[in-house]
């Protein structure tokens, strides 16, 4: 029983909910944003809720490692090629975003979400800055890692897991210090800081990344599921240790424990049963997610705060902001998808050419 497609994208949609929850909701000082009530200790429940949905990310990373590692496993060829059209397909659907909320933002007078000029503009639309989406960080790391999955996959197949993560960690709890001490200056020299923040931001991502592919080179999840998936009321036992891993979290508020808990969430959610519907519905937003992650920000903090935040409780805030990100991904989509389709199409005439070529010089 090893993860599918489908349930990888079931672990997107939860991933991209937890993340608009940890946005809107994971702050302590309100502000009259929204009601708090009820509170612990004068801190708003939802704020803990929201502290625990820090492990988007990692779930996200987990997802890359695993399906990656399956999908470039298959490959006869080097996946080079392949892993350049996953980084165009990314990329493009980045840049319709990006030119539809800047014409948004200027035509309802909010071009200081855009500010900089244009190097900024060049910055953010060669993912080497972030300045107008705080979330867009992800962009650049990811496909960092893309690039470099021949390189980590191949260690991973040739060396034990145990050290393989044990390095990870390493790498992980090294550049972590680093992301919030900065133990090491580098000064205000704009190429040093930009290559030393993509180091950092690597070096913090790649744990849950190396974790995913080395539960698909070892198949984890197929053994943990051999073991646990015949327990008695082994969904309450699933639900009672993902609540635990919430109150840890909120006894222990530092973000460093995001890729343990987010990798203990993945596995205890996947080895509960779950209907068709919530399957279906996660399922949907899976398939939504990289819109949502790449919009959500502009709603909730740069362009429209006011109108996000209007319905002043959480649940409908939470809510409506999913009606506004769905919305516009459904415009994104009617644009991008024929794009992607014909980038497909010219890959498929590429790779057939490549094919014949190769064919014919194996003959000769």
């Not at 298959?74 to 090629?81: A, D, I, Q, V």
């Amino acid at each position: 029983m090893e993860f599918s497609k489908n349930d990888i994208k079931i672990l997107q949609g939860v991933a991209i909910l937890m993340m608009l929850s940890l946005h809107l909701f994971a702050r302590k000082e309100v502000n009259g944003l929204y009601e708090t009530f009820p509170t612990i200790d004068g801190i708003p429940l939802i704020y803990y809720l929201g502290l625990f949905g820090d492990a988007c990310v990692p779930i996200y990373l987990f997802a890359s490692g695993y399906g990656l590692y399956i999908s470039l496993s298959k490959l006869r060829n080097s996946p080079k090629r392949k892993n350049a059209i996953r980084i165009i397909k990314l990329l493009v659907n980045f840049w319709i975003i990006l030119f539809m909320f800047m014409a948004i933002g200027f035509l309802v007078g909010r071009s200081d979400a855009f500010s900089g000029g244009v190097v900024q503009f060049l910055l953010n639309f060669s993912l080497l800055s972030n300045s107008y989406n705080g979330v867009w960080w992800y962009l650049q790391t990811y496909t960092i890692l893309i690039l470099l999955t021949p390189f980590i996959f191949k260690l991973i197949k040739k060396y034990n897991p145990l050290t393989i993560v044990f390095i990870s960690v390493v790498i992980y709890l090294t550049t972590y210090i680093q992301r919030i001490k900065g133990v090491i200056d580098v000064g205000d020299h704009g190429v040093v800081i930009i290559l030393v923040n993509a180091l950092v931001l690597l070096g913090t991502s790649q744990f849950a990344f190396v974790v995913g592919a080395v539960f698909a080179k070892d198949r984890i999840y197929s053994k943990l599921h051999s073991m646990f998936h015949s327990i008695k009321l082994k969904n309450i036992l699933c639900l009672v240790g993902i609540v635990a891993l919430v109150i840890i979290h909120s006894l222990y508020e530092s973000m460093v424990i995001a890729p343990l808990t987010a990798i203990s969430f993945i596995c205890l959610f996947s080895l509960m049963d779950k209907s068709i519907l919530i399957r279906k519905v996660l399922t949907y937003f899976g398939n939504h997610s990289t819109n949502l992650w790449l919009t959500h920000m502009f709603f909730y903090m740069t362009i429209f705060p006011e109108f996000t935040f209007a319905p002043r409780y959480p649940v409908l805030i939470f809510i409506w902001l999913l009606i506004l990100c769905l919305c516009s991904s459904y415009i994104i989509n009617w644009i991008n998808n024929p794009i992607q389709q014909k980038i497909d199409k010219s890959a498929s005439t590429i790779r057939k050419k490549y094919t014949v070529l190769e064919q014919k010089q194996v003959n000769l």
